[in-house]
């Protein structure tokens, strides 16, 4: 979504919803492995919450891992396009398999091409993190890769129990955005692997500022939130990579972090 700079009284009286967040998804159902396997991965730019408009990828610039073992790999032959259904419309995606084997942390990032928003006449770029970790052998998931729009963790992404928080520093180039303006949505549903859609919702919101909810970092580029529900939560920093402009339009250069927690049982 577009950053906008405008009031919050100026918002509320155009009736610009918070629920058209766009986030882009590198999503597997388990980040927390107990043992070395092969997964399945779905890559959909969608809106989490309310599983509104999904809209076709453009396609991908960059795809890799970081392992403390194998230090960066590249991952993009491994992509394998799909239809994704929502619950109003199907767009373009991308599945893949990845071989988390070594013990430890796996990052992996994604670089999609720009997307082009029609109603915002601007282009998006997500570039997106999700970690995962094999036998709880933490090395790597607070690596800070220096890319041009980057929330690096300071809490483990995927060791999180319900209710607890995560806390991460939003970065460009390894500077820190202060007051970074970030969006943070639930997956509101469980994604069917199987079939490539969107499963029902779980919960219904009471008002468009809990689809979408706008928090903003410190002077230092840090935030804290707390994770209410188990499942996963996604973080977007919005327009605060160094690309301004793509094919002579503007660019909203943003970085997404996906966190999970889990249920205490």
Known sequence: MKKLVLSSAVVAVLGVSSAMAHFQMVYTPNTALEKGQTI???HVFTHPFANEHTMDMAGVEEFYSITE???KV???DTLKSITWKGKHNSGKAYESKYKARNMGDHVLVMVPTPYYEKNEDIYIQQITKTVINVAGTPNGWDAELGLKAEIVPLTKPYSIWEG???TGIVKSNGKPVPFAEIEVEYINNTPDMKNNAMGPNKYEAPQDSFVTMGIKANKDGEFTFALPKAGFWGFCALGVGSDKEYKGKELSQDAVIW???KEMK
Do not use: I, P, T, Y
Request: no cysteine.
């Open 69 to 71: 073992k194998n230090g």
């Open 40 to 42: 399945e991965m779905k």
């Open 259 to 261: 966190v999970e927690a």
């Open 74 to 76: 590249d991952l993009k």
């Open 164 to 166: 607890g928080s995560f």
